[in-house]
C-alpha cells in the first residue's frame, strides 16, 4: 500500500514514473471523448472516496474525471455532509471507509488530519491539499514544464510571491528532479527555515531572496500563486506585503528567452499577476490545469497498482 502524502516521500525513480506515465496517457487520449475510459480501464472495479474540507475546482473534477478515465468511480462527500464534520475521529472515518472504497483523496485545513488518517486507513491516501503542500499540483506542473520542452534537471526556477503550500511542494521536489529552486518572498510570509533545510539535506539546490527581480532574473520558469489563500484573514497585510512580488511583464522580461509561466489558480489578476501575463504566448496555465487530470490518473494507478 503506497500513500500520496507528500513529494518529499518520493524516490527520484517514483518521481519519474509518475510523469512518465502522465505523459503517455495524455497522449493516448488523444482525440477521444473525455468521459470515454482508457483503452486499458486500468482502474475498472475500483473506488475512490473524495473529502473535501476546502472548495475545490481543478482537484475535484480532474479525480472525479480521471476514475472515470481509469474504469473506476467516485463517491464525493464534503466534511460538513459526513459524520466527521460533526466530530466523529479521524481514525473512526479512516478505518470505515477504508471497508468500503480501494483509496482516499482528501482536501484538508490541517496536514494532520491527512497524516492520522493515512495512519489509521487501510487503503491507499491522497494528499488533495493541505495546508503543508500540495503534492498533485506539482506532479502537474512539473509534466507541463517537460511539454514545454525544458530538462528538469540542471532548469532554474523561480517561485515568487507568497511561500504556501504550494511553494513546499516545489521544495520537496527539487531533489528528486534536480532543478534549482529560487524563492522570492517578503519578511513574514517565507518558507519554514526547517522546512528548507530538511529538503537541501535531502540534496536540493534551494536559494532564498529578498528580491523578485533577482529571482527571476534568469530562470526558466516563472511560478506564483495568489496572495490570498482560503482561510487566511489578513486580506489587506497580505496584499500590502505581497504586492512588490507581483508577476508583470517587465518582471517577466528578465527570465530567460522563452520562460514558462505557471500559475496553480485560482488567479486574481491585477494583484499577483497581470492580465498580460496570463494571457501571454509564454503561460502554460491552461495546460497546467488540464495536465491535473492526467498527473492524477498517474497518481492514482501508481498508488493501486504498482
Known amino acids: ?152 534537471e540542471g532548469a532554474r526556477l523561480a517561485w515568487i510571491g507568497d511561500g504556501n503550500n504550494v511553494a513546499m511542494s516545489f521544495v520537496n521536489a527539487a531533489a528528486l528532479a534536480g532543478y534549482t529552486l529560487v524563492v522570492a518572498s517578503p519578511k513574514g510570509y517565507r518558507l519554514p527555515e526547517a522546512d528548507v533545510a530538511r529538503a537541501r539535506e535531502a540534496g536540493a539546490a534551494i536559494e532564498i531572496v529578498d528580491d523578485p527581480d533577482a529571482a527571476a532574473a534568469g530562470a526558466d520558469a516563472l511560478v506564483t500563486d495568489c496572495f490570498v489563500s482560503m482561510g487566511d484573514l489578513d486580506y489587506e497585510e497580505r496584499v500590502a506585503a505581497l504586492s512588490p512580488f507581483a508577476l508583470d511583464e517587465d518582471r517577466l522580461a528578465k527570465a530567460a528567452t522563452g520562460a514558462t509561466v505557471l500559475h496553480c489558480l485560482p488567479a486574481y489578476r491585477g494583484q499577483e499577476i497581470t492580465d498580460g501575463v496570463i494571457e501571454g504566448p509564454q503561460s502554460a496555465v491552461w495546460d497546467e490545469a488540464e495536465n491535473r487530470l492526467h498527473a492524477q490518473k498517474a497518481i492514482l494507478s501508481w498508488c493501486l497498482m504498482d
Open 1 to 152: 500500500m503506497k500513500h500520496f502524502l507528500t513529494l518529499s516521500d518520493l524516490s527520484a525513480a517514483d518521481l519519474r514514473a509518475l510523469l512518465d506515465a502522465a505523459h503517455a496517457r495524455k497522449t493516448a487520449r488523444a482525440g477521444r471523448p473525455k468521459g470515454a475510459p482508457d483503452d486499458d480501464a486500468a482502474l475498472a472495479g475500483h473506488t475512490l472516496a473524495m473529502i473535501f474540507e476546502k472548495s475545490s475546482t481543478r482537484t475535484r473534477f480532474s479525480f472525479e474525471q480521471a476514475m472515470r478515465q481509469l474504469g473506476g468511480s467516485a463517491i464525493v462527500a464534503t466534511a460538513d455532509q459526513m459524520q466527521l464534520g460533526r466530530g466523529e475521529p479521524v481514525k473512526d472515518t479512516a478505518r470505515v471507509l477504508s471497508r468500503y472504497v480501494d483509496a482516499v483523496l482528501l482536501r484538508v485545513n490541517s496536514h494532520d488530519t491527512l497524516a492520522e488518517f493515512a495512519e489509521h486507513a487501510t487503503v491507499p491516501i491522497v494528499n488533495g491539499l493541505s495546508d503543508y503542500n500540495h503534492p498533485c499540483q506539482i506532479v502537474a506542473d512539473l509534466m507541463t514544464l517537460e511539454e514545454r520542452g525544458l530538462t528538469l
